[in-house]
């Protein structure tokens, strides 16, 4: 059932709703931003091009089918019976909108927030595999993710599916809990991610002979940390409107939305800032702008139910996790990911969507239930790693025998802005030097 507290349309609240969905592509810009600033200056207009492609791309197949597969909790949907329990596994909603009311009302609201949404999970694999990812192989990607994947996870935690049914059919507190998208948009989009960078593969020097990471710097630390503060009034936006249009949370809720969002933020940047000082002599900017998305990233499970200490307490721990997972993935896994993307929404999300199961106060959860929450997150997380990834991969795997994601060796020697665009983004500068990467 759709929460009580959704707003009428035309009433004030909606209008508010309706600001809040239109500061969320800011938070797509400022990761759009990151990703070009993260690679190196041969391939930036290639990485904004691409992430303007891929938003594109999303939010057309998401018009198309994923919204009808995706639906809305309330309205119609497939269910099978299970165990004599009804288990809704996919939306029944009609393709192109149809039959959405185009009203104000919370429907066309939810539909409005999530063609934004699953364009920022779209996002997150092109920073990942910067400067070797193709500019139509993202965009045929973007088509997976955005019509089935995405929307099919989304089904079961935001569309009334199973697993927002696990609160109803075995008293596991509210069901699965994410109200700002921790893991329907940035787990997914953080698996999607180290999908098509194992199958695509590190870009050339990376890795030495013996196997040891090089570091490739990224071109422009400006853009990167202009993006943090771009993606911050983003996630204002997109935590408060799924607050209120996902999680059923009533509109005195937002102040604390804004709080605890800002708080984990900063509480990530304050730890990577720490740790990267301690372990480097002199605090990383890359690293404590990763975290700092990483700790907004890990806010948004459960935002409108955290005391302001939890969020302090999640976003502390997501700027540990982050600058670490990033240097685990690629010592130990060979994982080049430019941006950090996959510790920054995948590590994150997931860490977020657990400690909400520990931390989260739900005022409307049965006292006998209330205390299984962290179950029901923990089957949601099994669900993104025992599905959604293997998923992700078998699709790309199968897409990169028939179309490969990644450019050829000289394409990649050339950039990627010359290749693919013809042109550089700056070309005034010489940019191709290669003098920091191992002879």
Same mark, same amino acid.
């Given at each position: 059932?759709?929460?009580?507290?959704?707003?009428?349309?035309?009433?004030?609240?909606?209008?508010?709703?309706?600001?809040?969905?239109?500061?969320?592509?800011?938070?797509?810009?400022?990761?759009?931003?990151?990703?070009?600033?993260? $690679?190196?200056?041969?391939?930036? !207009?290639?990485?904004? =091009?691409?992430? %303007?492609? /891929? #938003?594109? @791309? +999303?939010?057309?197949?998401?018009?198309?089918?994923?919204?009808?597969?995706?639906?809305?909790?309330?309205?119609?949907?497939?269910?099978?019976?299970?165990?004599?329990?009804?288990?809704?596994?996919?939306?029944?909603?009609?393709?192109?909108?149809?039959?959405?009311?185009?009203?104000?009302?919370?429907?066309?609201?939810?539909?409005?927030?999530?063609?934004?949404?699953?364009?920022?999970?779209?996002?997150?694999?092109?920073?990942?595999?910067?400067?070797?990812?193709?500019?139509?192989?993202?965009?045929?990607?973007?088509?997976?993710?955005?019509?089935?994947?995405?929307?099919?996870?989304?089904?079961?935690?935001?569309?009334?599916?199973?697993?927002?049914?696990?609160?109803?059919?075995?008293?596991?507190?509210?069901?699965?809990?994410?109200?700002? $998208?921790?893991?329907?948009?940035? !787990?997914?989009?953080? =698996?999607?991610? %180290?999908? /098509? #960078?194992? @199958? +695509?593969?590190?870009?050339?020097?990376?890795?030495?002979?013996?196997?040891?990471?090089?570091?490739?710097?990224?071109?422009?630390?400006?853009?990167?940390?202009?993006?943090?503060?771009?993606?911050?009034?983003?996630?204002?936006?997109?935590?408060?409107?799924?607050?209120?249009?996902?999680?059923?949370?009533?509109?005195?809720?937002?102040?604390?939305?804004?709080?605890?969002?800002?708080?984990?933020?900063?509480?990530?940047?304050?730890?990577?800032?720490?740790?990267?000082?301690?372990?480097?002599?002199?605090?990383?900017?890359?690293?404590?702008?990763?975290?700092?998305?990483?700790?907004?990233?890990?806010?948004?499970?459960?935002?409108?139910?955290?005391?302001?200490?939890?969020?302090?307490?999640?976003?502390?721990?997501?700027?540990?996790?982050?600058?670490?997972?990033?240097?685990?993935?690629?010592?130990? =896994?060979?994982?080049?990911?430019?941006?950090?993307?996959?510790?920054?929404?995948?590590?994150?999300?997931?860490?977020?969507?657990?400690?909400?199961?520990?931390?989260?106060?739900?005022?409307?959860?049965?006292?006998?239930?209330?205390?299984?929450?962290?179950?029901?997150?923990?089957?949601?997380?099994?669900?993104?790693?025992?599905?959604?990834?293997?998923?992700?991969?078998?699709?790309?795997?199968?897409?990169?025998?028939?179309?490969?994601?990644?450019?050829?060796?000289?394409?990649?020697?050339?950039?990627?802005?010359?290749?693919?665009?013809?042109?550089?983004?700056?070309?005034?500068?010489?940019?191709?030097?290669?003098?920091?990467?191992?002879?």
């Amino acid at each position: 059932m759709m929460p009580a507290s959704l707003p009428a349309a035309e009433s004030p609240a909606a209008a508010l709703c309706v600001f809040l969905v239109l500061l969320v592509p800011l938070a797509a810009a400022g990761l759009a931003i990151m990703n070009a600033g993260m $690679g190196r200056a041969r391939s930036a !207009a290639h990485a904004m =091009l691409v992430s %303007l492609s /891929v #938003v594109s @791309v +999303a939010a057309l197949v998401y018009f198309i089918c994923g919204f009808a597969f995706q639906g809305i909790a309330g309205r119609g949907a497939h269910v099978v019976m299970i165990g004599g329990k009804p288990w809704s596994w996919i939306g029944g909603e009609r393709f192109f909108f149809r039959g959405l009311p185009l009203d104000g009302s919370p429907p066309i609201l939810i539909a409005a927030l999530q063609m934004f949404s699953v364009g920022i999970a779209a996002l997150v694999p092109i920073g990942s595999a910067n400067e070797r990812y193709r500019l139509r192989a993202a965009r045929i990607s973007t088509v997976f993710l955005a019509g089935l994947t995405y929307p099919l996870f989304a089904h079961w935690v935001w569309g009334g599916g199973w697993l927002a049914q696990l609160g109803m059919n075995y008293h596991l507190g509210r069901g699965f809990l994410d109200t700002g $998208g921790a893991g329907c948009i940035h !787990a997914v989009g953080g =698996l999607a991610a %180290l999908t /098509v #960078v194992w @199958v +695509a593969g590190a870009r050339p020097g990376k890795y030495t002979a013996s196997g040891l990471p090089s570091a490739i710097p990224a071109h422009n630390a400006v853009l990167i940390l202009l993006g943090c503060f771009l993606s911050w009034v983003g996630w204002l936006g997109l935590n408060c409107a799924g607050a209120v249009l996902l999680g059923g949370a009533d509109l005195g809720r937002l102040p604390l939305v804004v709080l605890n969002t800002t708080l984990s933020a900063a509480a990530a940047l304050v730890m990577a800032v720490f740790i990267t000082g301690a372990r480097f002599g002199r605090p990383d900017a890359s690293l404590s702008a990763n975290a700092w998305i990483g700790g907004l990233v890990a806010s948004s499970a459960a935002a409108p139910f955290l005391a302001p200490a939890a969020a302090a307490a999640i976003g502390l721990a997501a700027g540990a996790l982050v600058p670490l997972s990033i240097e685990w993935l690629e010592f130990h =896994l060979g994982v080049d990911d430019p941006s950090g993307g996959i510790s920054v929404h995948g590590v994150a999300g997931i860490w977020g969507l657990l400690a909400a199961g520990m931390l989260a106060r739900l005022p409307d959860a049965q006292a006998g239930s209330s205390a299984w929450q962290w179950l029901a997150q923990i089957v949601g997380v099994a669900t993104l790693l025992g599905f959604v990834l293997p998923l992700s991969y078998g699709l790309h795997w199968l897409m990169n025998r028939f179309y490969p994601l990644r450019v050829s060796p000289a394409g990649e020697q050339e950039g990627m802005d010359l290749h693919e665009l013809g042109a550089d983004a700056y070309p005034e500068f010489v940019i191709h030097s290669e003098s920091f990467l191992p002879r």
